[in-house]
């Protein structure tokens, strides 16, 4: 988790900083905020929390529908052949990236507790999550490589190359703030559902007890918040001075999450 929500932060750093003309330190300092922006919100209560996360939810939703259908006239057959030009090779190469675009929908389910009735709410949530998810990942992935084509492979922002080919460059300010959003939404999201992961593991002796307090229904788990914030400070500092790029944070957040 500490990993993990340090390269979401990073990535909506880099579509705000290209949008803005910042360069790398701007997206390091962007992606600090989002980090420190979801500490604070989740430090204020999971029902604070919760609303935020429903409001970006819904938002960058139909922030990514709308990316899709503008994209829909830009399409090329052309794009999709050959289909694999750098063979399986480059299906396993790709392989740690695609598992962390597709992750992440499941952490809710630390919250579990707070539902009303989770034996009936946590399935349909599930369910309804997946879908969601899996209709707009694939949407946007042949929107990419159909409208981009090549292109897409020499940009760090192709929702922006997207939104940008569709309506022109009024788009990057709107992907930045899309971005922006997806991010923080992920990060809540991750943050939310590990501190209270952490009270968990507190209350059944698997991680110091110390931890469990705040972990209670309508509590606020802020020992085992700090502890995560404290912890994803470390890859933090170290993508800051350029000690490690978003690629191996992404690789090392999926070789933890795969198994």
Known sequence: MPIGVVSAAWIGGKYVADAAGWGEPGAATVGALVLAGSLASN??????SGRVQLMLGGLLAAVL????LASLPHLSAAHFTPFMPGGWTSVA?????????????????????EFADPPRD????????????????????????????????GTDTP????????VG?????????????LTFGAV???????????AA?????????????????????????????GAAALPAVAAGWGGVDLQLLMAATATCLAP
Do not use: D
Not at 43 to 48: E, N, W
Not at 95 to 105: N, P
Not at 130 to 152: F, K, R, S
Not at 213 to 226: D, F, I, Q, Y
């Open 93 to 113: 190469t790709a392989a740690s990236v695609l598992f962390f675009a597709f992750a992440g929908w499941e952490a809710a389910s630390h919250l579990s507790g």
């Open 201 to 229: 593991l507190g209350r059944g002796g698997a991680a110091p007890r110390w931890l469990a307090k705040g972990g209670e229904p309508g509590g606020v788990p802020r020992r085992s918040l700090a502890v995560l914030g």
């Open 122 to 153: 946590l399935p349909r949530v599930t369910r309804n999550a997946l879908a969601v998810v899996t209709v707009l990942y694939l949407g946007l992935a042949v929107a990419t490589i159909g409208a981009l084509g090549p292109a897409a492979a």
């Open 169 to 181: 460059a009024a788009a990057r300010p709107v992907a930045a703030v899309a971005a922006l959003f």
């Open 65 to 68: 529908l709308c990316a899709v």
């Open 43 to 48: 430090a204020f209560g999971l029902r604070m």
């Open 188 to 198: 809540n999201s991750y943050l939310a559902g590990a501190s209270r992961l952490g």
């Open 159 to 166: 929702l922006t190359a997207l939104l940008t080919q569709s």
